[in-house]
């Protein structure tokens, strides 16, 4: 995810340095022009923004390791799952704090983020965020810290409902007698025309348009309906949001 947001800021030209201690990584990293070390005490050196970007077991020991280096008035932006503000501020005792939930399509600049922050950024701090998440995606700033659980629950664990729904419609169109690479164009480009036509309709108004009266859509909708496909959605995010407030509750 790191990676992912790196290479959003360096296209739109933000002045960055990732740090990993996975040296490994460092090819790829220079591979797409992104400056990268694995000396921390080099990457925070006069860093107005530290993105926090290890996994959340992860999150006690880099603060630890890096907490002497950060400067005063630094923003701490964390991305990791599960943990809260509070906690992020107790580990390094900073009161500027960020907290995005991304997703996994930012790897590919399209990528939905859910954020809040801290009452003391200041707005031209907060208009770089926006701008930072812009650079991968989409964004939208909540007031209310409990709504990035319930973005957890959406779009941050939405792509796999995406791709499990995907993955039933080329099942069953192979099921049908096509080959599994037909099966899955006719799946994923009916979800991506479907997708456009979604941005700028009603959806009801679209489901309409194709289950003409007595049709074969009207048909398949029945089963939907019947099978409470819209309630096992619903159960589905309350479970996700169930389970990001536990997390919270661990770190
Ligand atoms: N993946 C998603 O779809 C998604 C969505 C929303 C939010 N997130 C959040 O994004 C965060 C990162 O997830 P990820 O899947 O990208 O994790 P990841 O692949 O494990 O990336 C984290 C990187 O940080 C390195 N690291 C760990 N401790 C470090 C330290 N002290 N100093 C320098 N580098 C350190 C890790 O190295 P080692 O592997 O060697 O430890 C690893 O290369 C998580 O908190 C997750 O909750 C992920």
Request: with cysteine; charged share 25%; hydrophobic share 40%.
């Amino acid at each position: 995810m790191g990676f992912a947001l790196a290479r959003g800021f360096i296209k739109e030209n933000f002045n960055i340095i990732v740090c990993d201690k996975r040296v490994s990584l460092a090819d790829k990293y220079r591979a797409e022009n992104i400056p990268f070390t694995d000396n921390s005490q080099k990457a925070l050196q006069g860093a107005h923004f530290v993105i926090l970007a290890v996994k959340p077991q992860d999150a006690k020991s880099l603060a630890e390791s890096i907490k002497e280096y950060i400067e005063k008035e630094a923003v701490l932006v964390s991305i990791m799952g599960g943990i809260k503000m509070q906690n992020i501020s107790n580990y390094f005792q900073s009161k500027k704090i960020v907290r995005i939930m991304p997703n996994l399509p930012t790897t590919k600049l399209k990528g939905m983020s859910v954020w809040t922050c801290s009452e003391s950024l200041s707005s031209e701090e907060k208009e770089t965020i926006k701008k930072l998440l812009s650079s991968v995606g989409k964004e939208i700033f909540t007031e209310t810290e409990d709504m990035i659980d319930s973005a957890t629950s959406v779009s941050g664990s939405g792509p796999a409902y995406f791709f499990l729904f995907l993955k039933s419609l080329i099942d069953s169109a192979r099921k049908e007698g096509f080959s599994s690479e037909e099966a899955k164009l006719l799946a994923l480009q009916t979800g991506l025309g479907a997708i456009e036509l979604a941005y700028d309709n009603d959806l009801d108004e679209l489901i309409q348009q194709v289950a003409s009266k007595g049709g074969t859509t009207e048909r398949a909708l029945k089963v939907f309906a019947e099978e409470e496909f819209t309630a096992i959605v619903e159960k589905a995010v309350q479970a996700a949001k169930k389970r990001a407030q536990e997390m919270s509750e661990k770190f």
